[in-house]
């Protein structure tokens, strides 16, 4: 009990950390004068990246120098090349996830109304055009998800299993984190079920690059829905 809350608890640390740096770190670049040929998207991608950065270096880092003993490849589940299965165990999961998904999101539409379930994502990211929308879909669709999976599906997960923690368990507990991280009721509650399906694939494989191409194929199809399908009609 005490290994599950000092991880949730390091986990929220490491994120506000995260966070006040990130926000430091733009606040000085600004008053230096160099984000003034930035878009909004670009400004966003960037201190995305950076987020990450900091969060994975403080929740991994930290301990690494106080122990004197990084966490290995293995606990981190990138310990070797994506295989075959890998895929196949990811579209098994992808599938899952969005029939569960939809089946509780449903749920809480009729029985929970207090929590809106059709609530936008605040992306902070406006629709992109031009170069943006590369930079958008490197944040969103490839650098999201290796270091989310890294953070979540990686280090927290391997953790708790090294430390003996059940599969159940230490599933619940990274995926309510991974929620929470979300920042949104709806958004949490649909990330999570993904979680769910992604510790998965964790278990039966070993390794996290199920759980990357799942949250490849989720933020891919989020991403044509939110920026692309939108100007479909005007391009055609």
Sequence with gaps: MLLVLGLSAWSVVALLVAVQLQWLIFSALYHL???ADLSTNVLTVAQGIVLYAIM??????APWLAMRRGPGLKLLGID???EWRDIGVALSGIVGYFLIAGIVMWLFAEYVPQIDVNQAQDTGVSMPLGM??????LLFVAIGPIMEELIFRGYLYGVLRRRGISFVVATIIVSVLFGLAHGQWNVGINVGILSIMMC??????????PGIL??????GIAYYLLFVSPIVPGIQ
């Design 33 to 35: 004068g160099l984000l």
């Design 56 to 61: 994975f270096t403080v929740l991994v880092g």
């Design 80 to 82: 070797r090349f994506p």
């Design 132 to 137: 943006d929308r590369l930079w958008v879909f």
């Design 200 to 209: 998965i694939g964790r278990e039966a494989t070993d390794s996290i690059w």
């Design 214 to 219: 799942m949250h490849m194929m989720k933020n």
